[in-house]
């Protein structure tokens, strides 16, 4: 039987973050900075993850995402950042799986001796088939020095509150404390290899939803010619996760385990100074003892991305 995986909040702030590295602004010294990036998607699997809802068949979809982001303050080290994104998914068939995410954050960043600090908040107002679906709230804190010659050592911490407005799905809601550190090799230019874990604990309306999550994960950057100039980028990621949760689930009589692995190779080719092409692969394997969050996943997108 085949599976749908559609992450909810994955894809808003994938979204988001494959566009933040090629933000320009509109010029050197503008503090306002503006992207937009549009593609489409091939998924053999989709579920709505955040409440473990499956569907049997693949879709074709369209995306649509931007954001506008503004420096209010920024001298020398520090710094703050306020942010809006915007993202659209439309089904070719599946048209109750159409998501739509605005997210506003701010970020607040300085230096003290040699240590970077920052701190920020993010709302995400979620839509699902244009019904109000999902609130959430995310506050995290950071710090990172370079702990050796090329290394980089980030830790941070994250509360992330949940709520859906569905009343009868009220004992999803949840509250999520988690600390994470990664390690950066700088290798070179546009070039390098990471390594991070995240602890998590979750606490929702019901013991059955509540776990303690671990998340390690990898990645690999480097430079590739495929044009002239400027150089393409090629990014190779690995994440493994696994949730154990605490009460028993009434379906299967016991508590539930997750352990979900995800590969994914990305491909971004620069071309006429503003513009990215981007090619994507995802590989998902998940498997828990839950029958419906058991499955496997592929998912092709290509893309173009515009900053100005």
């Known amino acids: 039987m085949k599976y749908q995986q559609f992450d909810l909040l994955r894809m808003g702030a994938a979204a988001a973050l494959a566009l933040a590295p090629s933000t320009a602004a509109l010029s050197e010294d503008s503090p306002l900075h503006l ?8 998924d053999d699997n989709i579920t709505i993850d955040s409440i473990d809802s499956t569907s049997s068949q693949g879709d074709s979809l369209f995306r649509l995402s ?24 439309l089904h070719q068939d599946l048209k109750t799986f159409d998501l739509q995410i605005h997210g506003f954050s701010a970020r607040a960043k300085t230096k003290v001796g040699k240590v970077n600090l920052g701190a920020d908040y993010r709302y995400d107002y979620i839509r699902l088939d244009g019904l109000n679906f999902l609130d959430v709230h995310t506050l ?8 050796a010659k090329n290394t980089y050592l980030t830790a941070g911490y994250e509360y992330r509150t949940q709520s859906f407005d569905d009343l009868g799905r009220s004992d999803r809601n949840a509250d999520r404390h988690s600390l994470d550190t990664k390690l950066y090799f700088l290798l070179g230019k546009d070039k390098n290899i990471t390594a991070g874990y995240k602890v998590s604990r979750q606490n929702a309306n019901i013991d059955s939803l509540t776990y303690w999550g671990h ?10 010619k495929i044009t002239a100039n400027p150089v393409s980028i090629f990014r190779l990621r690995y994440r493994y996760r696994q949730r154990d949760y605490s009460g028993v ?6 508590a539930r385990f997750d ?7 990305l491909l971004e080719i620069p071309f006429l ?20 969050v058991d499955f496997t996943d592929n998912s092709v997108r290509a893309s173009v991305s515009w900053s100005f």
């Open 273 to 292: 100074e503003v513009l990215t092409a981007n090619l994507e692969y995802r590989h998902v394997i998940s498997n828990s003892n839950l029958a419906v």
């Open 140 to 147: 995290g804190a950071d710090i990172g020095l370079l702990a």
């Open 215 to 224: 998340t390690f994960d990898a990645g690999l950057k480097l430079p590739v």
């Open 35 to 42: 992207e937009v990036e549009f593609g489409v998607e091939y």
């Open 259 to 265: 352990k979900r692995h995800t590969f994914r190779a």
């Open 249 to 254: 689930d009434p379906v299967i009589g016991a």
């Open 66 to 89: 931007g954001a506008i982001a503004v420096d209010v303050f920024d001298k020398d080290d520090s710094g703050l950042t306020a942010r809006y994104s915007f993202f659209q998914s």
